[in-house]
């Protein structure tokens, strides 16, 4: 999993379904409160790199802290598999939870440690 590819990804019921163009030659680990709980692993990309194919009606909205992140979970099971938000730089990103994407190895991922819950 060294070089980018096109996956598909979605919540656990199927109402949201997406498409994402990503490289998931390192995967991040947070322990920050939110990413603790749900078990994230996440690899973020433009948000041109991704499509929403369908659920959007289904997604609802949690901030939390500084309220820059929106993290959007599917309001029938509750899954958050992904997640809109700014850049460094200012442009829109998506934090795509690699846990919701289909067929991916988890085993077979290089996990990087971030310590979300220092900041």
Same mark, same amino acid.
Do not use: W
């Given at each position: 999993m060294? $070089?980018?590819?096109t996956?598909?990804?979605?919540?656990?019921?199927?109402r949201?379904?997406?498409?994402?163009?990503?490289?998931?030659?390192?995967v991040?680990?947070c322990?920050?409160s939110?990413?603790?709980?749900?078990?994230?692993?996440?690899?973020?990309?433009?948000a041109?790199?991704?499509k929403?194919?369908?659920?959007?009606?289904a997604?609802?909205?949690?901030?939390?802290?500084?309220?820059?992140?929106?993290?959007l979970?599917?309001?029938?099971?509750?899954?958050?598999?992904?997640?809109?938000?700014?850049?460094?730089?200012?442009? $829109?990103m !998506?934090? !795509?939870?690699?846990?919701c994407?289909?067929?991916?190895?988890?085993?077979g991922?290089?996990?990087?440690?971030?310590?979300?819950?220092?900041?």
């Open positions: 060294t $070089e980018p590819a996956y598909s990804g979605g919540c656990h019921c199927g949201v379904r997406y498409d994402v163009d990503a490289d998931l030659s390192r991040m680990s322990n920050c939110i990413c603790r709980k749900r078990g994230a692993l996440l690899t973020f990309v433009p041109a790199q991704f929403l194919a369908s659920g959007a009606y997604l609802t909205d949690y901030q939390f802290n500084k309220k820059i992140v929106h993290h979970f599917c309001d029938t099971c509750g899954v958050s598999s992904f997640a809109r938000g700014t850049g460094p730089d200012g442009a $829109e !998506i934090a !795509i939870n690699v846990r994407l289909d067929d991916v190895d988890l085993d991922l290089n996990l990087v440690p971030f310590d979300g819950k220092s900041l």
